[in-house]
């Protein structure tokens, strides 16, 4: 005991003898130690337009390019909700943009806020913020406008005229504030200033969600962008304006070819778009220079992805989302960092559940046992982890209101994308089934007279998919 009690004192001597400045320093330098983390979400960027954005290709030639990255339904809130939570939306809930089955309040009132990358992250050591779109209908009939959930440290996202880029009004830490129509109150520019200051000025490690408008509807650009793309052509891919849909679903079918004047439409909506997308261009480039500015770029990930694709007039269809399509569900997913290999590829599929655990391994953090996705930290690191997924599951669900669901005119579905073949499931009973290797662009629904051995696979697939829970999803994924 004596000689117990002779090691005590000697530690505390020691102790008492070191700086106490030095004590600080030696947390600082292990919180440093973990990387810091800025993902940013586009709104409605569909895959291959990357090219356009100077910014967004440096991060492309520095970074991963996941190939195949999908998400879990293509519709802004389902979708943000996956991300938050690393929950397909069978288990999350929240299915529409809307209330009651859906929007911030489905996510708000059944408690889905109290354990989100947020809280997560918070909780291990890190600055957390969240800038920008938040989820639909925020803040809703549920909550004040200067509500502001659990996890976020910084916290700066509309609670008025989110889409217009103009004439908004802010929380900012739990205080509104309006903005106006002047020309540095552009919303991306906004986000690019405060995003800056954040990175900046944060003690490291930080997370950063930032979550700008473009290229949503109405597509409102930056003045110095007003003039940009113009008589830029919507990309004429096999699949654009659908020669024949006789074997698809009744609800494509009754589009009609695309006119002359709809074509027209449709290019004049691109233009729109990329020109909006150039001010998160610009966002990237501020955040990107800041980091760089203040010796953190080389300690951080940027991920940059987004919430869903979208059509123009691919399958016939003038605009919009919801679908089961590639055009709809696969999205850009792009990751630079430390040990991350500059240029390179990974083609395995990914999914928006997987962005959390990612998050989370890097910096350390206790995932919860209900998230659903994979850490694609070894994809980061140039491995090949064996099994991987090999079924990616969609469910869309319209919604109850008409009027939302107008803007939506598919039937409620199930789809598993695998690594050759894409299997939906209509509520209407009808299904498609494409041969992706043969026919990437899904022109020929072969569900009429395809091997019935293939189609019993894919159901069983997809039927352990949408079953699936937890860490069992994982298991579900990796389903032959």
């Not at 009754?254 to 778009?273: G, K, N, T, Y």
């Not at 019993?456 to 389903?479: I, W």
Request: aromatic content about 8%.
């Amino acid at each position: 005991m004596l000689k117990g009690l002779c090691r005590i004192t000697s530690v505390l001597l020691f102790l008492a003898a070191v700086p106490a400045a030095l004590l600080p320093a030696a947390s600082a330098q292990a919180r440093a130690s973990k990387p810091n983390i800025v993902m940013v979400v586009a709104d409605d960027l569909e895959t291959g337009t990357l090219p356009y954005f100077p910014n967004i290709t440096r991060l492309v030639r520095e970074g991963v390019t996941f190939d195949r990255h999908f998400v879990t339904n293509s519709w802004c809130c389902p979708s943000r909700s996956s991300i938050l939570r690393s929950q397909y939306v069978h288990s999350h809930g929240v299915w529409t943009n809307t209330p009651p089955e859906g929007g911030f309040d489905k996510f708000h009132t059944t408690d889905l806020e109290r354990s989100t990358v947020g809280v997560w992250m918070q909780q291990a050591g890190y600055r957390t913020g969240l800038m920008g779109k938040y989820l639909n209908h925020y803040p809703g009939g549920s909550a004040e406008e200067t509500f502001v959930p659990p996890g976020w440290n910084e916290w700066d996202v509309p609670v008025r005229r989110l889409y217009e880029e103009y004439g908004y009004r802010l929380n900012e830490n739990g205080s509104t504030v309006d903005y106006g129509w002047a020309e540095d109150d552009y919303l991306s520019d906004v986000l690019a200033r405060k995003a800056s200051s954040f990175v900046t000025a944060s003690a490291e490690p930080f997370f950063l969600h930032l979550a700008p408008i473009g290229p949503h509807n109405p597509n409102n650009p930056a003045v110095r962008h007003a003039d940009a793309f113009a008589g830029a052509k919507a990309p004429r891919t096999p699949s654009f304006d659908q020669e024949d849909v006789s074997r698809e679903p009744a609800w494509l079918r009754r589009h009609p070819r695309l006119s002359e004047s709809a074509i027209a439409r449709v290019d004049e909506r691109f233009q729109a778009r990329m020109r909006s997308m150039l001010g998160v261009d610009d966002l990237v480039g501020s955040v990107v220079e800041a980091l760089r500015a203040s010796g953190k770029l080389d300690n951080t990930y940027i991920i940059f992805t987004s919430d869903n694709g979208f059509h123009l007039g691919t399958h016939r269809l003038k605009q919009g989302k919801t679908t089961p399509f590639e055009e709809s569900i696969r999205v850009p997913l792009v990751i630079r960092g430390p040990g991350v290999a500059a240029g390179s590829t990974v083609k395995e599929m990914t999914q928006t559940v997987d962005l959390a655990p990612t998050f989370a391994e890097l910096g350390g953090a206790t995932v919860p046992a209900f998230a659903e996705g994979r850490s694609l930290v070894p994809l980061l690191r140039g491995q090949h982890p064996s099994p991987w997924r090999r079924n990616a599951l969609v469910e869309f669900a319209r919604p109850a209101d008409k009027s939302s669901a107008a803007q939506t005119p598919v039937p409620d579905y199930q789809a598993v994308r695998t690594e050759t073949h894409a299997y939906v499931k209509y509520a209407t009973g009808e299904t498609q089934l494409y041969d992706l290797v043969k026919d990437p662009y899904e022109l020929h629904n072969l569900a009429a007279d395809a091997d019935p051995e293939l189609v019993r696979n894919l159901q069983e697939r997809l039927q352990a998919m949408v079953a699936c829970s937890g860490a069992n999803c994982r298991e579900a994924d990796v389903k032959e």
